[in-house]
Each structure stands twice: as structure tokens, then as C-alpha cells.
């Protein structure tokens, strides 16, 4: 079982990098479009999902909040007419929503791996946060993830009439 979680760590950390290496890159050489903004934003989502729906089936987080960020996703890619080629319309709330997705589906990865015997560094042990922490945190950012959702609904409604 170490070796399964350095395994799940070293993936996540190496989807990060070339996640943020891609977005460097096209910015550098002006290789930026609607449609690899959207991919980009999409691959985020699928990740963040997928590991999300792990750590569900092992009972650390509510089934529903990889639902929701998908749902979000979704949303946000219709509302913001990504597939017809325009840029993607973010606002605040999502994007704290996003950046604390990849937080939440990072801390009991890193929890677990740095807990294993054969981690030296014990400064970085993480088993203070305990599995009901990392519960409601998720429940924190499923109520988030749902008012952004709303605030998405509500600016897409006034910007119709």
C-alpha cells in the first residue's frame, strides 16, 4: 500500500506541473485559444473529479461534490459559449472554487503519503488533520461551489432581460 500512495502523489504532482507548464508555455510563445482554454479547463475538471471520486468511495469526502464540480464545469463551459469558441467568462467565486478543488483532492493524498513509515520528515505529517476535517471542508466547498453556481444562473438571467 506505500508504494500505491507515493504512486497517486507523484501523479498528481506531476498533472499539476504539466498543467501549469502548458499554460506557461502557450502564454510565452501566444499560442492561446478558446478551444485550448477550454480543453485546458476541462482536463482540470476531469482530474479534480476523478480524484475527488476516489477519495468518496473511500468515505473521506460526500459523493455529491464530484457531481457538483462537474455540474459546475458544465455550466460554466455553456454559460461562457467555450464550444462555439469564445473565451471562457470566469468570476471570482469559481475561481476559488477551482483552486480549492485541487486543494481538497490534494490534502488526503499528501495526509496519506506523508504519513507512511518510510517518510522522513515528520515536520510535514499532515494526521492532524483528521478525515471529518477534510468531511467538512468538503461540504464547505459544495454550499461554495452551489452559490457560485447560483451567482452564474442569476448574471446569465440579467444579462437576458
Not at 502557450?26 to 485550448?36: C, E, F, H
Not at 468518496?56 to 457531481?67: D, K, S, T, Y
Not at 468538503?138 to 432581460?161: G, H, W
Given at each position: 500500500?506505500?508504494?500505491?500512495?507515493?504512486?497517486?502523489?507523484?501523479?498528481?504532482?506531476?498533472?499539476?506541473?504539466?498543467?501549469?507548464?502548458?499554460?506557461?508555455?502557450?502564454?510565452?510563445?501566444?499560442?492561446?485559444?478558446?478551444?485550448?482554454?477550454?480543453?485546458?479547463h476541462?482536463?482540470?475538471?476531469?482530474?479534480?473529479?476523478?480524484?475527488?471520486?476516489?477519495?468518496?468511495?473511500?468515505?473521506?469526502?460526500?459523493?455529491?461534490?464530484?457531481?457538483?464540480?462537474?455540474?459546475?464545469?458544465?455550466?460554466?463551459?455553456?454559460?461562457?459559449?467555450?464550444?462555439?469558441?469564445?473565451?471562457?467568462?470566469?468570476?471570482?467565486?469559481?475561481?476559488?472554487?477551482?483552486?480549492?478543488y485541487?486543494?481538497?483532492?490534494?490534502?488526503?493524498?499528501?495526509?496519506?503519503?506523508?504519513?507512511?513509515?518510510?517518510?522522513?520528515?515528520?515536520?510535514?505529517?499532515?494526521?492532524?488533520?483528521?478525515?471529518?476535517?477534510?468531511?467538512?471542508a468538503?461540504?464547505?466547498?459544495?454550499?461554495?461551489?452551489?452559490?457560485?453556481?447560483?451567482?452564474?444562473?442569476?448574471?446569465?438571467?440579467?444579462?437576458?432581460?
Open positions: 500500500m506505500t508504494s500505491a500512495w507515493q504512486w497517486a502523489a507523484l501523479i498528481f504532482v506531476i498533472a499539476i506541473m504539466t498543467d501549469l507548464l502548458d499554460g506557461y508555455l502557450a502564454r510565452l510563445w501566444q499560442q492561446t485559444s478558446a478551444l485550448g482554454g477550454f480543453l485546458d476541462c482536463s482540470d475538471a476531469v482530474l479534480v473529479a476523478t480524484i475527488l471520486l476516489a477519495e468518496a468511495l473511500l468515505g473521506w469526502i460526500p459523493f455529491i461534490l464530484p457531481i457538483l464540480v462537474l455540474c459546475a464545469f458544465t455550466q460554466y463551459a455553456l454559460d461562457s459559449k467555450a464550444l462555439s469558441g469564445q473565451v471562457l467568462r470566469t468570476s471570482m467565486l469559481g475561481r476559488y472554487n477551482g483552486i480549492l485541487f486543494v481538497l483532492a490534494a490534502t488526503p493524498l499528501l495526509r496519506e503519503m506523508l504519513s507512511l513509515e518510510t517518510m522522513p520528515l515528520e515536520t510535514f505529517n499532515l494526521n492532524f488533520l483528521t478525515i471529518e476535517m477534510i468531511n467538512i468538503a461540504y464547505l466547498l459544495c454550499l461554495s461551489t452551489i452559490l457560485s453556481m447560483l451567482d452564474r444562473l442569476i448574471t446569465l438571467l440579467r444579462n437576458k432581460s
